[in-house]
């Protein structure tokens, strides 16, 4: 079994969340957001990212796990000092906050994580 270490030096910030009404939405799920994340690597060893774990909890007290292999498709491998930024989108019913992680491995094959913070998503309101 394979130990997961916090890499220090790696860590994620959220640049943006911004709601988009025009994107493609479901029904019980209408108010749709993109959000904007960078994955930087301040670290002293190279990272390539293999993975990701979003949870998503809503106002009703619902959640949502969203797990998968690399980052909007890719495998970012990232020497020290670099970053990798990306957007991706969420659609919501209620209020909802998403957190989560990204995990991948050194160069020399230590597993490790690092957090993405805690993020809003605040469904707009509607006149009646």
Known sequence: MSVLTELAG??????????VPHLE?????????????????DSETEVTIRGRKWVVADAEGHRVVVEGDGVVGKFPHLQPGQQFTYNSYHT?????????????????????????????MRAPVTSA
């Open 25 to 41: 939405a479901p029904p019980e799920r209408p108010h749709p957001f993109v959000y904007f994340i960078t994955i930087h690597n």
């Open 92 to 120: 919501i019913g209620s209020d909802s906050v998403a957190e989560g992680a990204f995990f991948g491995v050194t160069d020399s094959g230590e597993m490790v994580f690092t957090r993405i913070p805690q993020f809003e």
């Open 10 to 19: 790696l860590h994620v910030t959220v640049d943006r969340v911004l709601h």
